[in-house]
C-alpha cells in the first residue's frame, strides 16, 4: 500500500518488484522440484532396494527349495544305498551259499569219476592184457610172415635158378639124343646084350656121382637110351623123343661141347662093350 502510494500503478519500480517476485517463485519452483527430484530419486532407491530384496528372497527362497529338494533327493539316494546294500549283502551270502554247495558237487562229482575210473580201468584191464597179447602175437605173425615172404623169394629165386638149369638140361639131353640117334639106330639092328644095359647103367651111375654138370646130363642120356633098348628088346619101334617137350632142338656152343664130350665117353663105353662080348666069345686074351 506505501508502495502503492508511492509510487503509481505501471511505474519502473513496480516492474522490477514484479519480476523479483516471479524470479523468487521460480525459484521456489525450482527448489520443490529439486527436492521432488530428491524424492523421486530416494524413492527409486528404495524401489531398486526393494526390488533387489525381493528378488533376494527369490533366490533365497530357490536356493531353499533346492536345498530342500537336495537334501530329499540325498535322503532318497541313502535309503537306496542302504537298500543296494542290503542287497549286495544278501547276493553275497546267497553267492557264497552257492559257491560252497557246487564246490561240494564238485567234489562229490570228482570222487564219483574217479571211482568210476578205476572201476572201469579194473573192468578192462583183461580187455587190455587181451588187446596187448593181441598186438604182441600180431608183431610176431607180422615177423613171420616178413620171414615166410623173405624164404618164398629166397625159394623163388632158386626154383627160377633150377628151371633155367632144367631147361639148359633139357636142351642138352635134346642135342644129346639128336647126336645118338644114329647110335640108337644101330642098337635096334644090334639086339644090345642085357650085359651092355648093366654096364651102361653103371657108368651113368658112377658118372651122376662124380657131381659134374657133364656126367649128369650123360647120365641122362644113358637112362634114355637104356629106355629105348629096353623097347627094342620088346619089339617096339623106336621114337624120337623131344623130353616131351615138342620143340626143335637148340643148339649152343656150349651145349654142342657137352654132347661132344658125352659122344666121346659114350664111344668108349661102346668100346668097351665090343671088348666084353669080345672076351665072353672068345675068352681072355692070351699073354
Known amino acids: 500500500a506505501q508502495a502503492q502510494a508511492e509510487h503509481p500503478p505501471g511505474h519502473r519500480a513496480d516492474k522490477a518488484q514484479d519480476r523479483r517476485h516471479e524470479l523468487y517463485r521460480a525459484k521456489q519452483d525450482i527448489k520443490r522440484l529439486e527436492d521432488r527430484l530428491v524424492e523421486v530419486k530416494d524413492q527409486c532407491q528404495l ?52 559257491r560252497a554247495e557246487i564246490q561240494s558237487l ?22 587190455m592184457d587181451a588187446n596187448d597179447n593181441f598186438v604182441k602175437q600180431e608183431k610176431e605173425m607180422t615177423a ?40 640108337i639106330k644101330k642098337a635096334q639092328g644090334d639086339m644090345l646084350s642085357a650085359r651092355f644095359l648093366e654096364l651102361l647103367a653103371g657108368q651113368a651111375t658112377a658118372t651122376v656121382a662124380s657131381g659134374t654138370k657133364a656126367g649128369f ?10 629106355a629105348q633098348l629096353l623097347q627094342v628088346d620088346e619089339g617096339e619101334p623106336v621114337k624120337k623123343t623131344d623130353d616131351n617137350e615138342g620143340g626143335p632142338v637148340k ?37
Open 106 to 127: 564238485t567234489s562229490r562229482l570228482q570222487a564219483e569219476e574217479q571211482k568210476k575210473k578205476m572201476a572201469t580201468a579194473a573192468d578192462l584191464k583183461p580187455w
Open 47 to 98: 524401489e531398486k532396494r526393494v526390488m533387489a530384496l525381493e528378488h533376494q528372497k527369490k533366490i533365497s527362497d530357490m536356493l531353499a527349495q533346492q536345498a530342500a529338494v537336495m537334501l530329499n533327493h540325498q535322503a532318497e539316494l541313502g535309503k537306496k544305498q542302504e537298500e543296494m546294500d542290503d542287497l549286495k549283502a544278501r547276493r553275497k551270502t546267497e553267492e557264497d551259499g552257492l
Open 217 to 226: 646130363l650123360f647120365g641122362a642120356a644113358a637112362d634114355l637110351l637104356s
Open 144 to 183: 613171420k610172415i616178413d620171414e615166410l615172404r623173405n624164404e618164398r623169394v629166397k625159394l623163388k629165386k632158386a626154383n627160377e635158378a633150377l628151371d633155367k638149369e632144367l631147361k639148359n638140361a633139357k636142351e642138352e639131353n635134346k642135342i644129346i639124343i639128336s647126336i645118338y640117334e644114329d647110335e
Open 251 to 287: 643148339k649152343t656152343p656150349a651145349n654142342e661141347a657137352r654132347a661132344q664130350d658125352s659122344k666121346t665117353a659114350n664111344v668108349t663105353f661102346a668100346d668097351q662093350v665090343t671088348k666084353n662080348k669080345a672076351e665072353k666069345v672068345e675068352g681072355p686074351p692070351k699073354k
